[in-house]
């Protein structure tokens, strides 16, 4: 069966950073993209980041281009999202999607506050 | 990245058929058969329900059905359950190789 396990989330003060990380199994994880999408409590789905399976292209949202950065490792079958200069408003469930959103994991909450 | 436009909330009674509609712009619904459907119950994580505009995957029943008319797709349930009871999402595949989601539709079986 199709896992993806987020893992990183908590609590960070604004201006901090937070790396959150998704390990997959039971698919071939290399020959995939990936995808970040979050969703601020009591709000709808945003898509943040998407990286493709194995060129360095990576795509971003305006609302966090240049302040995170997707990654992966297709070795240890994870996919990462660094977080730096976090706000207030980037407080979220982040979860990690497969390529073409047909799985993702259960999740993982982020809040900046101070 | 302009969020595509759903409507807030949308109700039907069981049995009937109800359509969600999304709008968007030729930089992405009219661009691309790339739009997909999700299905979010509370404290869930999103399901996928269509994609490329009409395909289901295995296991959503064809009660569900979707297609798409220039920068607007829509979502049609038929045979309405209670289980159907959730947030549903658009989403489409932009010319600029990113992603966007409409604001969700909540909806509501009488």
């Known amino acids: 069966d199709v896992q993806l396990v987020e893992s990183g989330g908590g609590l960070v003060k604004p201006g901090g950073s937070l790396r959150l990380s998704c390990a997959a199994s039971?698919?071939?994880?290399?020959?995939?993209?990936m995808n970040w999408v979050r969703q601020a409590p009591g709000k709808g789905l945003e898509w943040v980041s998407s990286?493709?399976?194995?060129?360095?292209?990576?795509y971003y949202a305006d609302s966090v281009k240049g302040r995170f950065t997707i990654s992966r490792d297709n070795a240890q079958n994870s996919l990462f999202l660094q977080m730096n200069s976090l706000r207030p408003e980037d407080t979220a469930v982040y979860y990690c999607?497969?390529?073409?959103?047909?799985?993702w994991g259960q999740g993982t909450l982020v809040t900046v506050s101070s | 990245q302009s969020a595509l436009t759903q409507p807030a909330s949308v109700s039907g009674s069981p049995g009937q058929s109800i359509t969600i509609s999304c709008t968007g712009t030729?930089?992405?619904?009219?661009?691309?058969?790339?739009v997909s459907w999700f299905q979010q119950h509370p404290l869930k994580a999103p399901k996928l329900l269509i994609y490329?505009?009409?395909n289901r995957p295995s296991g959503v029943p064809n009660r569900f059905s979707g297609s798409k008319s220039g920068n607007t797709a829509s979502l049609t349930i038929s045979g309405l359950q209670a289980e159907d009871e959730a947030d549903y999402y658009c989403?489409?595949?932009?010319?600029?190789?990113?992603?966007?989601f409409g604001g969700g539709t909540k909806l509501t079986v009488l």
């Open positions: 999607a497969s390529q073409s959103f047909d799985f």
């Open positions: 039971g698919f071939s994880f290399s020959n995939f993209a």
């Open positions: 990286i493709r399976s194995r060129s360095p292209d990576t």
């Open positions: 030729s930089r992405d619904i009219g661009a691309y058969n790339y």
């Open positions: 490329e505009v009409s």
């Open positions: 989403s489409s595949y932009t010319t600029i190789n990113t992603r966007v």
